[in-house]
């Protein structure tokens, strides 16, 4: 069966096994595909390039929850009026 495989290095999980440091050095900063019987089994992502990924995943997110609320109505408030409310308590 052909899979699609995501990354231009791939790495056996035996190579994984043997030289951890190595195997994601190989990928030069991107993502390595750990292959277990010539199947993708995972690919091992330098922590630079996932925490990129996560925030591109937050900024998606945010995007998606700014666009569902752009025909909103707005409610017009005042910082003079929230700081009077909060200092009453």
């Avoid at 994601?24 to 993502?31: F, I, Q």
């Avoid at 752009?70 to 308590?89: A, C, L, Y």
Wanted: aromatic residues 6%; hydrophobic residues 45%; negative net charge.
């Amino acid at each position: 069966m052909a899979h699609i495989v995501l990354s231009n290095v791939v790495a056996s999980i035996s190579e994984l096994k043997k030289d951890p440091m190595g195997t994601v050095a190989a990928g030069d900063g991107h993502s390595v595909a750990i292959l277990n019987r010539n199947q993708p089994a995972f690919y091992c992502i330098p922590a630079k390039e996932y925490e990129a990924m996560m925030t591109r995943l937050d900024d998606l997110e945010l995007i998606a929850l700014c666009k569902e609320r752009e025909n909103d109505p707005t409610i017009r408030v005042s910082i003079d009026d929230f700081m009077s409310w909060s200092f009453r308590k």
